[in-house]
């Protein structure tokens, strides 16, 4: 038998032992920070629009003297409390219209 088959047998063997110690699995954790602020229940999140620019730290390029930004108009609906990213919104489309804004952009 060939090294590389050994080797692929030997690890499949590992796998399957039935007689070897179980590894405890990782539990998931339990608080909902989807829904509540930092997981704790009842505890909602207090949604502040801002811009991409100003969160994200990026996107500004020079052209000679001319300051261009790459991510203008672009507004991101963020958590005040735990800085969540809750939701997006960007102005061009993939299809180039322009996209509608949702109502919680300034």
């Given at each position: 038998?060939?090294?590389?088959?050994?080797?692929?047998?030997?690890?499949?063997?590992?796998?399957?032992?039935?007689?070897?110690?179980?590894?405890?699995?990782?539990?998931?954790?339990?608080?909902?920070?989807?829904?509540?602020c930092k997981g704790k229940v009842g505890v909602e999140h207090?949604?502040?629009?801002?811009?991409?620019?100003?969160?994200?730290?990026?996107?500004?390029?020079?052209?000679?003297?001319?300051?261009?930004?790459?991510?203008?108009?672009?507004?991101?609906?963020?958590?005040?409390?735990?800085?969540k990213e809750l939701d997006y919104y960007y102005p061009m489309?993939?299809?180039?219209?322009?996209?509608?804004?949702?109502?919680?952009?300034?």
């Amino acid at each position: 038998m060939s090294d590389y088959k050994k080797s692929s047998t030997d690890r499949r063997d590992t796998r399957n032992a039935k007689d070897g110690p179980e590894a405890p699995k990782p539990r998931a954790s339990k608080k909902n920070t989807r829904k509540w602020c930092k997981g704790k229940v009842g505890v909602e999140h207090t949604p502040v629009c801002r811009d991409y620019r100003e969160v994200k730290h990026s996107g500004d390029l020079t052209f000679g003297e001319r300051q261009v930004s790459l991510y203008q108009g672009w507004k991101i609906l963020m958590c005040s409390e735990c800085g969540k990213e809750l939701d997006y919104y960007y102005p061009m489309g993939l299809n180039g219209k322009v996209r509608r804004e949702p109502p919680w952009v300034r």
